[in-house]
């Protein structure tokens, strides 16, 4: 029995979920400890196929390893047959009905207490999950894992609520005007990532909370902490069938999908061909559809920053340490990180010197050896990728590579953040995305800012992220608008990673994705089918209209 909602309830403050720093000591990082070593004690975990709430354990069986020790396995999980997918689609849309029209307060309050849980009962697992599964270290995996998927259930909620508050300015006499926001006809299939177990949760989550169901696939290389976060969604009381649980083999689990006449949205981070693929997949398949599939998605970036010649000695030391960071943390396994460097050939001896300085500090080693700031690439398809990517430069006679180089995967898949200089701003290294630790300089003639700007923008498909780096305003201002469209979050005297959910809203234009903006409103309104409701109070005299008059 759908119950009563008898006042307009208001959300609780939001904000961002506050930090913690794990060091040395402190209690958070005797508790991080001790959880990592309780993991890895109990591995491998069992990650079942859920539908309906039931919990599949039969069927082919695949391992998620530890990649900075690939002869550990994490966890067995059992692949979705295209039986199951049926069989999830048919349920998701059964409990649809009750979902869909069950207060929007209630809803939120599942979303709520699911951050509430992960901020504190759930914080330590959820961060070792992440980090023996995605080889994240530490900070890596408190700024996903702990604060930004709470970030993103929490200001959804907000955005929500706002959304939901927008109605018709204005009623005629006798009218009242009025707009309601309901979910998609039919299911929201989404696909995600190894990289960040915050943005698993916000592709399942995000359309989820505004009325639709949901079927979750996530990446084999992240099973193990998305299922513990399907779980923690379960435990603070989402219905049954509202989000189907199903890894498995990418390609037949989306053949089956986009098969279905209810598939009605497709969201999506990933890699562009992939994205590509579905998206021509989706458009064979349009007229089988009962309504036109929304495709909201983020995909890859070619990222840079670009120094300009303004910046003096103490502004290149800081552009040289937020390129270290940018281009190295999580070992560039974000869509964001810094791959590609712009230095005027003023400034590019100094900009050495800086940049090797801190290199020279990096060390590389397991995330749970809290002292490294770089761990292993994700799996041996990225180990292999990288890597060859290294070698091209080290035989490219343009290039040179200043720093790093070094691939080791007899334990894990462990690359040496790398540095390369290059004469082509087209070599492969500077137009590719490698999506690994390795950061490309060019240095370009001083007088010719305005023409790099246009050259940067011009080498690659994408427009994800990217760096302005100067002094004065007026350079300031003029580098803004000269890369106004070469990436869809733009950071000045900043490295380009690290948005933040309420703050910077995320998502890149032409081949990096949609640009739909997760972490924002704008990302909500993608998940909705608005109906303009006008309903009259007062009868008609008569057909007539005064025009008809002589």
């Known amino acids: 029995m759908q119950a009563a909602q008898l006042a307009t309830f208001r959300l609780p403050s939001i904000d961002n979920e506050p930090m913690r720093n794990y060091p040395p000591g402190s209690q958070d990082r005797i508790k991080l400890e001790a959880t990592l070593k309780e993991m890895q004690e109990a591995g491998p975990f069992e990650v079942p196929v859920v539908i309906n709430g039931q919990k599949i354990e039969d069927g082919n069986v695949a391992e998620q390893v530890m990649p900075a020790n690939h002869k ?22 059964a409990a649809k009905e009750a979902w869909e029209v069950m207060p929007f307060s209630e809803r939120a309050a599942v979303f709520l207490k699911a951050a509430d849980l992960i901020a504190h009962k759930y914080r330590y697992k959820l961060m070792a999950a992440t980090m023996l599964g995605q080889g994240k270290n530490a900070w890596q ?13 929490r200001f959804n909620c907000k955005y929500a609520e706002e959304m939901y508050a927008q109605q018709p300015p204005k009623n005629s006499a006798g009218v009242w005007n009025r707009s309601e926001y309901r979910p998609l006809d039919g299911f929201v299939f989404a696909v995600s990532p190894f990289n960040f177990t915050a943005i698993g949760g916000n592709l ?9 169901v949901v079927l979750w696939k996530p990446s084999p290389s992240a099973v193990y902490s998305n299922y513990i976060v399907f779980e923690i969604l379960r435990e603070a009381g989402l219905p049954d069938g509202v989000i189907q649980f199903v890894p498995g083999p990418a390609p037949e689990i989306c053949e089956r999908v986009l098969a279905s006449p209810d598939f009605a949205s497709l969201h999506f981070t990933g890699s562009t061909h992939v994205f590509k693929k579905l998206w021509k997949d989706i458009a064979l398949n349009m007229d089988t559809y009962k ?50 460097v712009y230095v005027p050939d003023t400034h590019f001896p100094q900009f050495k010197k800086f940049i090797l300085e801190e290199h020279a500090k990096l060390t590389v080693g397991a995330p749970t ?37 070094k691939c080791d995967d007899s334990i894990g898949y462990y690359i040496h953040p790398t540095i390369i200089v290059t004469k082509d701003p087209k070599s492969p290294t500077m137009t590719e995305e490698i999506f690994g630790p390795v950061v490309t300089i060019y240095v370009y003639g001083s007088s010719d800012f305005k023409q790099t700007c246009k050259l940067l923008e011009e080498t690659t498909p994408y427009a994800l992220t990217g760096s302005l780096f100067a002094r004065d305003r007026a350079s300031i201002i003029e580098g803004t608008q000269l890369l106004r469209h070469a990436a869809g979050n733009f950071y000045i005297n900043d490295k380009c990673t690290g948005a933040v959910v309420g703050q910077q809203p995320f998502g890149g234009g032409k081949a990096s994705g949609t640009n739909d903006k997760a972490g924002s409103y704008t990302l909500l309104t993608r998940f909705v089918s608005a109906r303009s409701i006008k309903e009259n109070f007062l009868p008609l005299e008569g057909f007539s209209y005064p025009s008809n008059l002589v």
């Open 72 to 93: 550990t396995v994490l966890a067995r999980y059992r692949e979705a047959t295209p039986a199951q997918i049926d069989q999830a689609i048919a349920g998701a849309l």
């Open 141 to 153: 995996a408190e700024i996903d894992s702990a604060a930004e998927i709470c970030d993103f259930f």
């Open 204 to 212: 399942a989550g995000a359309p989820a909370l505004m009325g639709n």
């Open 291 to 340: 309504s036109y599939p929304r495709i909201v998605g983020e995909t890859g970036g070619k990222n840079f920053h670009m120094i300009h010649p303004s910046l003096e000695a103490d502004d290149l030391r800081q552009a040289a340490i937020q390129t270290i960071r940018g281009a190295f943390e999580y070992q560039g396994q974000k869509c964001s990180a810094c791959s590609r």
């Open 369 to 405: 050896e809290f002292q490294h700031f770089v761990g292993p690439v994700i799996n041996r398809n990225a180990f292999d990728k990288v890597k060859g990517y290294i070698n091209g430069a080290k035989t490219n006679e343009n290039c040179e590579v200043l720093a790093g180089g």
